[in-house]
């Protein structure tokens, strides 16, 4: 069978953008775009013959490059937020701009959710892969360091979706990038979604948005989703925590033990299993969203990012994200769908 198509749909700075699909034996389809090396969309079967999309997604491809957005998009080169725009090499303090109030967040205005990849393709037997790469330049944002970076997606036909990172730098760098899919595997909300997760410790948030406060036991509070519950006893609680963020945004740190996440839709029979080499998952849902722009069509609670990443921090030395010369920054995250 022909398990890849490519299409080109638009140009952008004398480019081409393409989407790319990828199909198994099962009739599970993933769309992906070299814009921003991007998860578009995943279609999963219905007893009905048709097709339900997992994960939250704009009205058009077309759309993505039009407005950052973030959906799906391979996002850094740090993910997240970095505590007013710093860090502290030795005596070196780097400066990098700050997108988000008075914190840089996402890799800058112009991450990688906002670049255009170029791409290889690979067929076998049982799997299909993407490996999208990009060279991101010196001082890009003000970054450090000539990174070479892959990010690559297979379909196999245990309807498991993989997601590979792989970079290096030619000098000292802060390093974090990670998917920012967005999940939902119904119609509306994914408040009633149940969420379990392998994590007995999270980081609450500061008005910065920052984790200054150290870690906090899960146990006995709405963060506490290591057996599962609905996301909706989290969202509806009076958790000053989740009160302040309009719902969850939050660090997760992993216990190590497999799987990370399952996310589940009651009565629908879809599911999605989550494994990762990451440390932790912040876990977003989709708070900012509110029925304008190109993503007019999303709102609050539209879907769940489950973010596979290291932590962020307050430490200005960034230490547990330096990617160094000689070294390498290898990341995998898997989501094997049920339905």
Known sequence: MNRINVEAYDRRAGRDLCELTLTNRNGVVVKLLSHGATLERVLLPTPQGGQHDAIMHLNTREDYARDRNFLGGTVGRVIGRMRHGEWQEGSTLHRFECNDGPNHAHGGPHGYD????????????????????????????????????????????????????????????????????????????????????????????????????????????????????????????????????????????????????????????????????????VVYTANHFDHTGVAANLGRYSGVALEAQFPPTADPTLNAIVLVPGAAFDATTSWTFGY
Not at 117 to 146: C, E, I, K, M, W
């Open 114 to 281: 906002t670049r255009v990849f170029d791409f290889r393709l690979q067929q076998g037997d049982h799997a299909a892969t993407v490996t999208f790469s990009l060279f991101d330049a010196a001082d890009t944002a003000g970054y450090p360091g000539n990174v070479r970076l892959e990010a690559a997606y297979t379909l196999d036909d245990a309807d498991c979706l993989t997601y590979r990172l792989h970079a290096v730098s030619d000098a000292p760098t802060p390093f974090n990038p990670a998917n920012h899919v967005y999940f939902n595997l119904g119609d509306g909300t994914v408040a009633e979604h149940v969420l379990q997760l392998a994590a007995d410790r999270y980081l609450p948030l500061d008005a910065e948005s920052i984790p200054t406060l150290g870690q906090r036991s899960v146990a006995g509070t709405a963060f506490d989703f290591r057996e599962g519950q609905p996301l909706a006893t989290a969202l509806d609680s009076a958790e000053p925590q989740i009160v302040a963020q309009n719902g969850l945004n939050h660090p997760f740190l992993l216990t190590g033990q497999a799987p990370a996440a399952v996310l589940t839709l009651p009565g629908s029979g879809r599911s999605v299993t989550m494994a990762t080499t990451q440390p932790a998952i």
